[in-house]
Each structure stands twice: as C-alpha cells, then as structure tokens.
C-alpha cells in the first residue's frame, strides 16, 4: 500500500472512531430539539442532518482555535439541523409576520417605560387581548425566531457563517462582541423567563419537565421561553439589524 493510501486509510479510520463515539451527542442534541417542534418534524431527519454536521465538524476541526472538539462538534451539529429546519419551515408566513410585531411592541414598550414590558403591556400596545397575545407566543414557539442559536447564526442573525475557518479579525471580534451583547441581555431578563432559559439550554430539560420545576403547566412555559426569546430579539434589535452596538 502506498503512502498515500495508508494515510487515507488512517484518516478514513479516525473518522469512523469519532462518528460512532459523538453519535450519542447527534441524538441528544435532536431529542433536546425535539421537545418544542411540532409533531410534523421527523426524529430520524434530524439525526440525518445532525449527522452531515458532525462530519463537517471532523473535517474543518482546529484545536489551535482553543475550544474543545465536543464543544465545536455540538454547535456545528446544532447549526446542521437548524439549517434542515430553515430548508422545510413549516410556519406560516403570517406566524412569523405576528411574532416579529411581537418583538417590535416588546421594544417600543420598554424604551418607553425604561424597565421589562409586562405581557398585559405588550398586549395594550398591540391592540389586542392578553388571550390572543399568549396564542400567538404558542403559535410561533416553533418558529426559528424562538433559538438562541438562531439569534446568532440564523439567515438573519449577527454571525452568519461564523463556524467558517477562514475567519478575519474582525469576523472573530463581531462574534465576541456579539456574545457579549447577547450574555449581559440574557443575564438581564425578568427572573422566570431567565430561569426557563437556563433550565432549557444550559441544564437541557424539556418543556414538560421545566413546568414541574416551576410549578407551571406546559403550555406557560411555551409562552414564558417564547416571550423570552422575542425579548431578546427586541433587546439585540440593532446588531440584528446590522448595525454597530457601541454600548
């Protein structure tokens, strides 16, 4: 075997070894996924593309970049599959039309009055009830609007193509700068909201099993993790816009 060939070999058994060891990553990270998509989505499509994304994880992985391979192979995995759920959104148009009033509303409302907009505020300023407000929040909470990563590598996120490994100075400050804005905006949410988001991404329970933590039904916390995340859309609104965040 030439010398050639023997590395191909090597590489190719290398990258066996790391999809059968990661594959239990791939399934965590779509059953997490799957707790707030709607019955429509397919388990097996998302291990499928989550798959497609550990192997672009394996190939463009650089350890001098600091962070581990588990960490990098985890958000590429998870941008994989946001991507296939970009490609077949199933929400309709008018869905994502309402839930980006909401945040509009959320935005105007607390420049106004200076502290976090109530739902019955939000509500007011929209004109509508509190009931059609809450249906909305249940609405869109599939909607790719309601993602933290969304927010940062979405189509119309700050940090398009931030995974690239031909990245400049200045692509590697806007994503510093960026989860800096999007960390202190977390931090600065009301109380539940910030405790729904942390026990969802950072200790990566479902709805269900949250709603038994705070003592809520599932539904609320749809609601709660929705209002949160359009929140935070509202409060990002001018790096979400493209524009310079000097604060």
């Known amino acids: 075997m030439s010398g050639a060939a023997m590395y191909a070999a090597v590489q190719a058994n290398t990258t066996n070894d790391l999809v059968v060891q990661h594959l239990p990553l791939v399934k965590r990270i779509a059953y997490h996924l799957m707790g707030r998509l709607p019955d429509s989505v397919q388990l097996d499509d998302l291990i499928q593309s989550g798959m497609l994304g550990l192997l672009e994880a394996i190939k463009h992985y650089d350890a001098s970049q600091g962070a581990s391979f588990d960490t990098y192979a985890g958000i590429r995995i998870r941008g994989a599959m946001l991507d296939e759920l970009r490609r077949s959104d199933w929400t309709p148009r008018s869905v994502h039309k309402k839930v980006r009033m909401v945040a509009e509303a959320i935005r105007v409302v607390e420049n106004n009055i200076g502290r976090d907009a109530k739902d019955t505020e939000v509500a007011a300023h929209m004109g509508i009830s509190l009931d059609e407000y809450n249906h909305i929040l249940l609405d869109g909470l599939s909607c790719k609007t309601f993602s933290v990563e969304e927010l940062v590598q979405g189509e119309d996120g700050v940090i398009e193509g931030i995974h690239s490994s031909t990245q400049q100075p200045e692509d590697i400050f806007i994503k510093q700068s960026f989860q800096k804005a999007l960390t202190k ?18 200790e990566e329970l479902s709805l269900r099993e949250i709603g038994k933590v705070i003592d809520v039904s599932e539904s609320r916390v749809s609601q709660i993790c929705s209002q949160a995340m359009l929140r935070l859309r509202a409060r990002l609104a001018d790096w979400l816009e493209g524009k310079d965040n000097e604060q």
Not at 193 to 202: G, Q, R, T
């Open 185 to 202: 905006a977390i931090e600065a949410l009301p109380e539940r909201e910030k405790l729904v988001i942390s026990l969802y991404y950072d």
